[in-house]
């Protein structure tokens, strides 16, 4: 059925908005799931950073969401997939399911995650895009998440998709703050 993203920067409240359109499902008889990805180590529950959080099933790859029985999926860290998933999205969006994805949508570089391009090709029916407070400026604008290594920004050498390990840390910056 419908394809909805919610995308952004880190510490956008993209995770809240999720968690906000699935905790009232519980007390209906709609089928539906909650996915992360498995390279998502930390916990086995979609939390926002409020504290609010909901349980979810850990996936290496999104055709395994095939095999479940639903009505309405949502997916966090949307970005941690890759194209290859995307085709599972299209064939659940073909079966009547209603897909609502939220993740980064650009990278450490400020580039378009290839994943989220390809969502964008099968026409979403709403893409909200959320922005954080910029960690330099404070204001109100970020749109980018900004890694860094021993707090200096890096700007080249990962892979788009950063390990969460504790090596690095991360922060969200606008288009002044952010460094390319
Ligand atoms: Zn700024």
Redesign the pocket.
């Known amino acids: 059925m419908d394809l909805t993203l919610i995308l952004g920067p880190m510490k956008g409240g993209k995770t809240y908005e999720l968690i906000s359109f699935f905790a009232p499902l519980s007390y209906t008889n709609i089928k539906y799931c909650l996915y992360q990805s498995a390279r998502n180590v930390r916990d086995s529950f979609i939390e926002s950073r409020n504290g609010v959080q909901l349980k979810a099933k850990k996936i290496a790859r999104l055709s395994e969401i095939l095999d479940d029985d639903v009505e309405v999926v949502g997916i966090d860290e949307i970005h941690m997939f890759e194209e290859a998933d995307v085709p599972a999205i299209e064939t659940l969006l073909r079966r009547g399911v209603r897909v609502v994805a939220s993740g980064l949508d650009t990278d450490y570089q400020g580039k378009l995650f290839i994943i989220i391009a390809k969502l964008i090709e099968l026409c979403p029916r709403t893409i909200n895009y959320h922005r954080a407070v910029?960690e330099?400026?404070r204001?109100p604008d970020a749109v980018y998440t900004q890694i860094l290594k021993t707090g200096e920004p890096v700007i080249a050498g990962l892979p788009p998709v950063v390990p969460d390990d504790g090596s690095f840390t991360y922060r969200p910056?606008?288009r002044?703050?952010f460094v390319k």
Do not use: E, F, P, R
Request: charged residues 10%; contains cysteine.
């Open positions: 910029c330099l400026c204001k910056a606008c002044s703050c």
